[in-house]
């Protein structure tokens, strides 16, 4: 990738900075329409969840018209909105932390049926930064600070200390 899609160098000298869904490498910098992309996702994904909702809407009626009891409509209610704070929480502790692999493998059923939390979780973190960016900046500026610590040199010729008596 070169300098005029993402923001960063063709041949950088140290590590490169991990892309974020939505926003590249852009998030580095702050540059190339950052803030109208955080715009864009905050504001898409409140429109996805609220599309969610509508359609949820419509598969609650449709078991409404079915008449298939009072119980079915609260274990249904119940399901996706415990379903929904799950999966919310998870998505949110990915924006700060690694998820573990297999516990995600484990929840992407659930992560399925609760789609609107995570739709959610990612609107609310744009309202602040990138979803994940602070994740990703620690990340990489420890990578820098280590590549920095690799690279620099030392001064002086290490035999010709003066050892402590």
């Known amino acids: 990738m070169s300098s005029d899609e993402n923001g960063t160098p063709d041949n950088p000298a140290g590590p490169r900075p991990e892309p974020l869904r939505f926003f590249g490498t852009t998030w580095v ?35 409404q018209i079915a008449d298939s009891g009072g119980l079915v409509n609260i274990l249904l209610v119940a399901m996706f909105a415990i ?39 990612y609107f609310f973190r744009s309202l602040t930064e990138a979803p994940g960016e602070r994740l990703h900046r620690r990340e990489y500026e420890a990578a820098l600070e280590q590549h920095a610590k690799r690279t620099t040199r030392r001064t002086g010729n290490p035999a010709k200390k003066r050892r402590k008596r």
Request: aromatic share 10%; with cysteine.
């Open 29 to 63: 910098e702050h540059s190339d329409g950052y803030r109208a992309r955080r715009i864009g996702v905050a504001v898409g994904s409140l429109a996805a969840a609220a599309a969610s909702c509508l359609v949820l809407r419509f598969a609650y009626d449709g078991i």
């Open 83 to 121: 379903c929904s704070a799950l999966a919310f929480r998870h998505t949110w502790d990915g924006f700060s932390r690694r998820p573990d692999a297999e516990r995600h493998a484990n929840l992407r059923g659930l992560l399925a049926i609760g789609f609107v939390g995570s739709l959610l979780a």
